[in-house]
Nanobody, 123 residues
Framework: QVQLVESGGGSVQSGGSLRLSCAAS????????MAWFRQARGKEREGVAL???????AYVESVKGRFTISQEDAKKILYLQMNSLKPEDTAMYYC?????????????????WGQGTQVTVSS
């Protein structure tokens, strides 16, 4: 059974940093895509960063240069390093796994989701 467990959220002031982690277990797919999504109150869920099994990454424009997605293969942990945080980054952050190497910004393409971790940035 695939499980994704996020951690690392919290409250920071504008300009601060946080590192989110997502521990994955129960899968052994050779081809996959993992992603971080976020959902602010009253807004739709949006993709923030993607990484595939080749190590290719992609970012939504609003976080380019500030966020970095990475994955530790051996421990199956997905990270999202978030620097220069802004109040508009405030949201619940979710990690997601797609059991295919084709990444997508569409949340409906992902097979498994974590429970989310809250990030709050104050001005």
């Amino acid at each position: 059974q695939v499980q994704l467990v996020e951690s690392g959220g919290g409250s920071v002031q504008s300009g601060g940093s946080l590192r989110l982690s997502c521990a994955a277990s129960g899968y052994s797919y050779s081809s996959w895509c993992m992603a971080w999504f976020r959902q602010a109150r009253g807004k739709e869920r949006e993709g923030v960063a993607l990484i595939d099994d080749y190590g290719n990454t992609a970012y939504v424009e609003s976080v380019k240069g500030r966020f970095t997605i990475s994955q530790e293969d051996a421990k199956k942990i997905l990270y999202l390093q978030m620097n220069s945080l802004k109040p508009e980054d405030t949201a619940m952050y979710y990690c997601a796994l797609r059991t295919s190497g084709y990444c997508s910004w569409s949340s409906s393409w992902y097979n498994y989701w974590g429970q989310g971790t809250q990030v709050t940035v104050s001005s």
